[in-house]
T-cell receptor, first 109, second 113 residues
Framework: GIQVEQSPPDLILQEGANSTLRCNFSDSVNNLQWFHQNPWGQLINLFYIPSGTKQNGRLSATTVATERYSLLYISSSQTTDSGVYFCAVLNNAGNMLTFGGGTRLMVKP | NAGVTQTPKFQVLKTGQSMTLQCAQDMNHNSMYWYRQDPGMGLRLIYYSASEGTTDKGEVPNGYNVSRLNKREFSLRLESAAPSQTSVYFC????????????FGPGTRLTVT
């Protein structure tokens, strides 16, 4: 099956700092999603981004499907950004979403 | 719209007991999914239903059964719970065809003692 690797596994930031999270995947995919899992366990959809670049406020994402990676940028981080960020890729059959291991982010005030 | 809802939110079972986790969506989506999340890990697919009347195994189906009751509802059953099934269970749905984005419910935290 598809392998999905995220880096770094853990990240500690001071409030206001910027960061880049990376997601590498082993095969061509139909779709890629980024999620934020907040400290209460809720999964929040951030981006649906099979290719190209999207921006939503302080967050943006870029997927380069031909090179099998995606990046999530967080600018001017806030304490509410803390939690775990997951990328997940959909196989070409369109029936299985495979998650990476996540990046655990802590933003300190 | 409530989106994807799950019941119960929390459950404690003894080894060997059975239970059914319920999931419903009000977005008129065709496909529905069950995932489990173990501590410190990403989610893994248990079963999915591409459309009403069909179900298929995912990555970790052993010990589980599913029922796609109608277009809105997709249930997950543990016939004889084991401590290895202690996990957080998420249900998800998506529209169909090339609308690939999946939407997740709030999760059910299950502990098997």
């Amino acid at each position: 099956g598809i392998q999905v690797e995220q880096s770094p596994p853990d990240l500690i930031l001071q409030e206001g700092a910027n960061s880049t999270l990376r997601c590498n995947f082993s095969d061509s995919v139909n779709n890629l999603q980024w999620f934020h899992q907040n400290p209460w366990g809720q999964l929040i959809n951030l981006f649906y981004i099979p290719s190209g670049t999207k921006q939503n406020g302080r967050l943006s994402a870029t997927t380069v499907a031909t090179e099998r990676y995606s990046l999530l940028y967080i600018s001017s981080s806030q304490t509410t950004d803390s939690g775990v960020y997951f990328c997940a890729v959909l196989n070409n059959a369109g029936n299985m979403l495979t998650f990476g291991g996540g990046t655990r982010l802590m933003v300190k005030p | 719209n409530a989106g994807v809802t799950q019941t119960p939110k929390f459950q404690v079972l003894k080894t060997g007991q059975s239970m059914t986790l319920q999931c419903a969506q009000d977005m008129n989506h065709n496909s529905m999914y069950w995932y489990r999340q173990d501590p410190g890990m990403g989610l893994r697919l248990i079963y999915y239903s591409a459309s009403e009347g069909t179900t298929d195994k995912g990555e970790v189906p052993n010990g589980y059964n599913v029922s796609r009751l109608n277009k809105r509802e997709f249930s997950l059953r543990l016939e004889s719970a084991a401590p290895s099934q202690t996990s957080v269970y998420f249900c998800a749905s998506r529209k169909s065809g090339t609308a690939y984005e999946q939407y997740f419910g709030p999760g059910t935290r299950l502990t098997v003692t």
